[in-house]
């Protein structure tokens, strides 16, 4: 029996949960989501919790149940508290700006890049090196992060590059004179 997906998940007043087969659908003060539930995985709402169980002990049952279970953890969280990705860029003239729905970006390359936000994100940028990454849907925060980084991944040497805030990177040491 899966560790995680035993624990039941507590249900925050202000949310609303339903479950029409196989949608499951999680309303709260920020905002709304919905995620396709597999057959194997059987729900059960009460009034201040949700309990995920399967329904027989096959191998894709098993891997689903504790997932299964975070993931719907995951929405009642992010449509209470959301989510949030820090980003930071560095190197000289290095920049970010956001613009509406579209977020520029400023990266030693011969254009700026344009990256269009998806729906359901909002970026804030402080002092044009720091980018707030913010959404209800984890994954989809996540990605779009992942997707800002990759413009212009964080190099050994000297660091320049966009990182995530908690992110550490292991530098190189340069290059070494003849003696």
């Known amino acids: 029996m899966s560790r995680i997906g035993k624990r ?3 249900i925050p007043s202000g949310v609303k949960v339903s ?3 196989p949608i499951l659908k999680v309303e709260g003060p920020k905002g709304s989501l919905s995620r396709e539930i ?3 995985i059987a729900l059960e709402i009460e009034e201040k919790s949700v309990s995920v169980n399967r329904a027989d002990d096959a191998i894709k049952s098993r891997s689903a149940h504790g997932l299964t279970r975070t993931l719907i953890n995951n929405m009642v969280v992010g ?3 959301g989510f949030e990705k820090i980003l930071e860029i560095n190197g000289v003239g290095y920049r970010a700006e956001a613009k509406g729905d579209v977020l520029s970006l400023s990266l030693g ?3 700026p890049i344009n990256f269009p936000l998806p729906k359901g994100i909002t970026v804030e940028v402080d002092k044009m090196t720091k980018v707030f990454v913010r959404g209800i849907d984890k994954e989809l925060v996540g990605q779009t992060a992942a997707k ?7 190099e050994p040497y000297k660091g320049k590059g966009i990182k995530y805030a908690d992110e ?12």
């Open 8 to 10: 039941p998940i507590e």
């Open 19 to 21: 479950f029409v087969t």
């Open 38 to 40: 597999m057959s194997d």
């Open 79 to 81: 449509v209470t508290k």
């Open 109 to 111: 390359y011969s254009h």
């Open 148 to 154: 800002i980084r990759s413009f212009r991944g964080p």
């Open 168 to 179: 550490r990177i292991l530098r190189k040491a340069g290059k070494t004179g003849k003696k």
